[in-house]
């Protein structure tokens, strides 16, 4: 089976911080997402990769960067946490363009005080 | 970003029923629109995808429909079961944005004992 796994599944930050959250998938998929989900909301595109070192932005970059150095791994940045970025974030991946199936992490909730 | 997913919030329905979950989209120019479900605590998952030249797909006690001259799309699910108590969100997806998902708002389906 795939797995994407998040590193955390809370996390409590407090403003101005900057925040780390990372992202493994076992499965050499090409392209990797993050998603912050929010009630009312949906699930909302922060930032994307097709390959390493490659970034595209989706609807909601700002406030946020993101790294891919490797395959594998896709860490999504906050640089200066704010209350507003109190969210769940979902990471999720594919195996290649056209594939309709994105494998999700279990979400992490973070807490922004 | 898309817009679709014009959900009803929530949906109940009694065990051993059929559910229908609906939602609405706006482009056009989708490649695929895609359901999938999301249990509590965890991320989504893939249920089922139809590509947007057809018009009905069949799963696993699944079916969804895709009315494109109305711009709806439809998942049915046969014979409810409380393990189907979860969001169901559409999504679509169109390759030549880079593979984007765009996912609407989500319907809470809560299946009465």
């Known amino acids: 089976d795939v797995k994407v796994t998040q590193s955390s599944r809370y996390l409590v930050k407090r403003t101005g911080e900057k925040v780390f959250l990372e992202c493994v998938q076992d499965?050499?998929?090409?392209?990797m997402f993050w998603y912050r989900q929010d009630p009312g909301l949906g699930l909302r595109l922060i930032y994307f990769s097709y390959d390493v070192k490659m970034k595209e932005k989706g609807d909601i970059p700002e406030g946020y960067s993101v790294s891919r150095e490797k395959k594998e791994r896709f860490s999504l940045i906050l640089e200066s946490a704010s209350t507003n970025q109190t969210s769940m974030y979902l990471c999720?991946?594919?195996?290649?363009?056209?594939?309709?199936?994105?494998?999700f992490g279990q979400g992490t909730r973070l807490t922004v005080v | 970003g898309e817009s679709v997913g014009l959900h009803l919030p929530t949906l109940s329905v009694q065990e051993g029923d059929n559910s229908i979950i609906n939602c609405a989209y706006s482009n056009s120019a989708s490649d695929y629109f895609i359901w999938y479900k999301q249990e509590s605590g965890k991320g989504p998952q893939f249920i089922i995808d139809i590509r947007s030249n057809m018009d009905k797909r069949q799963g696993q006690r699944v079916t969804v429909l895709l009315n494109k001259t109305v711009k709806h799309l439809s998942l049915q699910i046969a014979a409810t079961q409380p393990g189907d108590s979860a969001v169901y969100f559409c999504?679509?997806?169109?390759?030549?944005?880079?593979?984007?998902?765009?996912f609407g708002t989500g319907t809470s389906l809560t299946v009465i004992p």
């Open positions: 999504a679509e997806n169109k390759a030549s944005t880079g593979n984007q998902f765009y």
């Open positions: 999720a991946s594919t195996p290649s363009f056209g594939r309709t199936e994105a494998f």
């Open positions: 499965m050499d998929h090409e392209n």
